[in-house]
T-cell receptor, first 116, second 115 residues
Framework: NAGVTQTPKFQVLKTGQSMTLQCAQDMNHEYMSWYRQDPGMGLRLIHYSVGAGITDQGEVPNGYNVSRSTTEDFPLRLLSAAPSQTSVYFC???????????????FGQGTRLTVV | AQSVAQPEDQVNVAEGNPLTVKCTYSVSGNPYLFWYVQYPNRGLQFLLKYITGDNLVKGSYGFEAEFNKSQTSFHLKKPSALVSDSALYFCAVRVPLGNTGKLIFGQGTTLQVKP
């Protein structure tokens, strides 16, 4: 059971390039989310998904796209990278508990992205 | 707007002393509250949560947190700090609005435990 796996761990992009950050979980969790972490700002939600085929925007969605074709995978696409997207990106998953509430989120190790 | 505040950017304690990392929240409805810890170059690790029940919640690594509804606080505590507790700590809140229940994080508090 690997948990939440993110690739790559590090990436440097040039302004205007596009790329996809990969996230996979093997816990059969229905909920998955992407966050970015910036100094002094905590984690901010980019996009999230409540199940395969269902995605929605979070707090800072501009410049990012997501899709959820399977329960396991939730890739994050940067359409045209900008220096403001330099950040550490975390993917997380969770599930609905038997009591009806969402469980705690399980996080990947993060992707450190630098846009030059 | 729903929010979480961690009023201290950094907390310094001596090893063996008790520690407190503060968290206050502002949400509508009954919140689900969480504490996470982040070690350098690592992802966030879950420490503990409050959903309902006893206001004092015990978690991993000897940490505990006290939910205070009247003060809208959820402070993280440990009776005796270890140098290995030095890390970045995040408080988070989830309001159970349907199935979304998005996590809202505080800005984080760096805990420095000195020998």
């Amino acid at each position: 059971n690997a948990g939440v796996t993110q690739t790559p761990k590090f990436q440097v992009l040039k302004t205007g390039q596009s790329m996809t950050l990969q996230c996979a979980q093997d816990m059969n969790h229905e909920y998955m989310s992407w966050y970015r972490q910036d100094p002094g700002m905590g984690l901010r939600l980019i996009h999230y998904s409540v199940g395969a085929g269902i995605t929605d925007q979070g707090e800072v969605p501009n410049g990012y796209n997501v899709s959820r074709s399977t329960t396991e995978d939730f890739p994050l696409r940067l359409l045209s990278a900008a220096p403001s997207q330099t950040s550490v990106y975390f993917c997380a998953s969770s599930y609905q508990s038997s009591t009806g509430g969402r469980t705690e989120a399980f996080f990947g190790q993060g992707t450190r992205l630098t846009v030059v | 707007a729903q929010s979480v505040a961690q009023p201290e950017d950094q907390v310094n304690v001596a090893e063996g002393n008790p520690l407190t990392v503060k968290c206050t929240y502002s949400v509508s409805g009954n919140p689900y509250l969480f504490w996470y810890v982040q070690y350098p170059n690592r992802g966030l690790q879950f420490l503990l949560k409050y959903i309902t029940g006893d206001n004092l919640v015990k978690g991993s690594y000897g940490f505990e947190a006290e939910f205070n509804k009247s003060q809208t606080s959820f402070h993280l505590k440990k009776p005796s700090a270890l140098v290995s507790d030095s890390a970045l700590y995040f408080c988070a809140v989830r309001v159970p609005l349907g199935n979304t229940g998005k996590l809202i994080f505080g800005q984080g508090t760096t805990l420095q435990v000195k020998p």
